[in-house]
């Protein structure tokens, strides 16, 4: 579980469990504050919508889809009201301050305009500060979350370096996504397999323009 770069603690073992038995606490608290969805009201806006388009609901193909679409759904936008910085769980200490790059995490979220899919790549890297690290999966987790809800790109972008920044303090952050969104591809304008790419950058990322340069150049190496 633990990769071997990342063998010592960042805090002493002993107060690691009363911390982890805490923040757990602390994030079911944080859960039952989250609005549980209303899978018969979706259910009940998917049969409408079948109405609309003048299909018959009643037809035997589409009998379940409503409930079937409404589970689609609380599936595809469980991070409603979670706060993706909650997602970096565990911090380590670690001699470094080189940067951390995770390239290539894949994604699939809803464009909160169309309500179709965008589905893409995000590339996080950052500098420690004072030796932190995080799991790298931790860094996974962030933009899964990110991405389950209505989203638009940009905005996922600067909350996925906002809760990076936000729980382990690093010196920068770079984030960039590449993602191809579906209401470009098979409606409106239909151009299929273009891409999208935004970046948010933090820190040392923001005020130097070498690092910059040179984290930017690494997320692009193909
Ligand atoms: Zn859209």
Known sequence: ???PTQTSLFRPASDSATRDASALSASRAKDSLIKEMDLEKIAQGVRLILEGIGEDVNREGLLETPSRVARMYSELCYGIGRNPSQEITCIFSEQTDELVLVRDIAFASICEHHLVPFIGVAHVGYIPNEGRITGLSKLARVVELTSKRPQVQERMTTQIADALMQQLDPCGVAVVLEAEHLCMSIRGIKKPGSKTVTSAVRGVFQS??????????LIRRA
């Open 1 to 3: 579980m633990t990769p």
């Open 208 to 217: 130097n323009q070498a690092s910059r340069a040179e984290v930017m150049s």
